[in-house]
């Protein structure tokens, strides 16, 4: 039983020409599901081969909570919540990963940020296996909204959400504060 009537993977044989068991692929043939040909989604380069300036996406609020949601079972660790760099494993004595809040990091292009959390850079691992390429993008999404929301002026916020800065208290831009008008939450 121990030497079966098959072949093992990478076994020579004397039936082809070639004298391999495995035959080749077809040329072309793309595994269902992997054709993966838009550079710019999956590997965050133009046809240039430089990367690229805009995440290839819609960024709307969706986008920016999934983001948010991955960024924090991903990259807080090291990141932090707030992305200067000293997540809970920074504290615990390892190298302090990179602060989003750099002129650096603010002036570089998306794609960057996107190819770095696919193949990693320096001691960061790459992500490709554990995040999926849309993930990646809501990734660099939550990224730049996290580097804005470090950019503004609390004087340059009106009304009702620059009131609940000032006192701590959650803001919500959607709800509304009149109840069962069109829009209000007595529905």
């Given amino acids: 039983m121990k030497d079966q009537a098959r072949y093992e993977p990478l076994e020579g044989s ?3 020409a070639d004298g391999r068991s495995s035959r080749p692929l077809v040329e072309g043939t793309v595994p269902r599901g992997h054709l993966n040909e ?4 999956y ?3 133009g046809a240039d081969g430089k990367f690229i300036a805009r995440i290839p996406a819609r960024v709307d609020s969706t986008l920016l909570a999934r983001g948010k949601n991955r960024y924090e079972i991903y990259c807080t660790p090291c990141h932090s919540k707030l ?3 000293m997540g809970m494993v920074v504290q615990r004595g390892y190298k302090q990963a990179a602060s989003y809040h750099t002129d650096r990091l603010r002036a570089i292009e998306d794609g960057y940020i996107y190819d770095v959390i696919t193949n990693g850079f320096n001691q960061m691992q790459g992500y490709a296996s554990q995040v999926k390429p849309a993930d990646r993008w809501a990734i660099v999404a939550y990224i730049r909204a ?3 929301s470090r950019m503004g002026d609390i004087a340059e916020i009106d009304g009702e959400a620059r009131t609940a800065l000032e006192h701590g208290d959650e803001y919500d831009p959607h709800a509304s504060t009149h109840e069962g008008d069109e829009h209000g939450s007595a529905h």
């Fill in 14 to 16: 004397a039936f082809f």
């Fill in 38 to 41: 838009d550079d710019a989604f």
């Fill in 43 to 45: 590997r965050g380069v």
């Fill in 83 to 85: 992305g200067d760099g």
């Fill in 146 to 148: 996290l580097q804005l």
